[in-house]
């Protein structure tokens, strides 16, 4: 998986599950049920991505940016925060000292959140037309090559909806089959 969709999806999963909780916190009891699932399916998702972002993480410190300090408090306010979920909501631990567990979890989720705002805006992203080597889609069909290549980097190159590029022999008979104005319908011309 690229960072880019790994980024994309666990930012996704992360403000799923800080409003799929707030929303139970605000119904409180009664219909809670469907949103605390919501919330319990988006931080296993989260736990999910971790061994995708662990790679990202060890290239990040080795990169020495100096930003390490906003991303280790970063990781260390999502692992406190999922932890008292999970030791909540299955082992039934209810306080840490004078704190609850969900005081611990809440509190937890909300600074993370904050911290990771703070994480994004430390590292902007260009859009995808201003880097170098690629083009803005233009219109017609210049825009379907631009889409395919995006298609081509998430879903890898092993798709065959993915592999025939615009230089391939496959794409080249495709392309010879499209009907043209001022040709016949059945006559083949190779570009």
Known sequence: MSRRLTNLLLLAFLAGAFLS???AFGIGTGWVRLPLVIHAVLGFAVVALVPWKSVIVRHGLKANTGRA????ALLLLVTVTIASGLLFSTVGVRSYGPLTAMQIHVGGGTLALILTLVHVRQRPVRPRGDRPGTAQPA???GGARCGRGRLRRC???NHPAAAAGPGSPRNRLVRA??????RHAGHLVAE
């Open 155 to 157: 879903i890898g190159c």
């Open 177 to 182: 089959r499209i009907r043209r104005p001022g």
């Open 69 to 72: 300090a906003t991303s280790l």
């Open 139 to 141: 219109p017609g069909r």
């Open 21 to 23: 909780g707030w929303t």
